[in-house]
């Protein structure tokens, strides 16, 4: 299949906020970030088997998510070049509390290419510690969860069935999780 010629893919900014920028290219509409350049999503599992999964509540869809730990990378003034490895430690540390021996990018790619440019990176954090508290920034109100992973699918179900939302990236993460 081939791509549309140039003079079909004029790019038009319809909007642009502080962290979005909705764009119209040729016929498509897609969002794109003004500042990160990626996402990392992190599978992280305990010495003890048990994998970490961040619950909070998100305005875009009005219900609380249960989802792994995740963050943008390069959107911290100063720290654009932030790499992959880093912002795991980073956005792991933030939302969870917890500290990682090691990280290892498994996969990446775009959730969403119909929808937007971003691409996630599924990061595997081992050798965890516990060094605080956890819960995101402000206004985030992170909930953190440690569920043995031989307990996650059953407790995924009775998470939904409180109609609380799972990301589907929590799937993919526990493919990895089984691989550690």
Not at 33 to 44: E, H, L, M, Y
Not at 81 to 96: N, Q, V
Not at 111 to 124: D, H, I, K, N, Y
Not at 154 to 175: C, F, H, M, N, T
């Amino acid at each position: 299949m081939s791509q549309p010629s140039n003079s079909e893919n004029r790019r038009v900014i319809l909007a642009e906020g502080k962290h979005l920028r909705l764009v119209r290219e040729g016929h498509w509409e897609y969002a794109e970030r003004t500042k990160a350049t990626s996402a990392v999503v992190i599978v992280a599992v305990t010495d003890d088997r048990r994998l970490l999964l961040a619950e909070q509540y998100r305005i875009p869809v009005g219900k609380r998510v249960i989802e792994l730990p995740a963050g943008l990378v390069g959107d911290i003034e100063g720290e654009e070049t932030d790499e992959l490895e880093g912002a795991a430690r980073r956005e792991l540390l933030e939302e969870t509390g917890y500290e990682a021996e090691s990280v290892h990018v498994m996969a990446m790619g775009p959730p969403t290419s119909g929808l937007a440019t971003e691409l996630v990176a599924l990061v595997v954090a081992r050798g965890l510690k516990q060094v605080a508290a956890g819960g995101g920034i402000e206004s985030e109100q992170i909930e953190v969860h440690a569920i043995p992973l031989d307990r996650v699918a059953s407790w995924l179900q009775e998470q939904a069935s409180r109609d609380v939302l799972i990301d589907p990236k929590v799937y993919a993460g526990l493919y990895f999780a089984e691989q550690t």
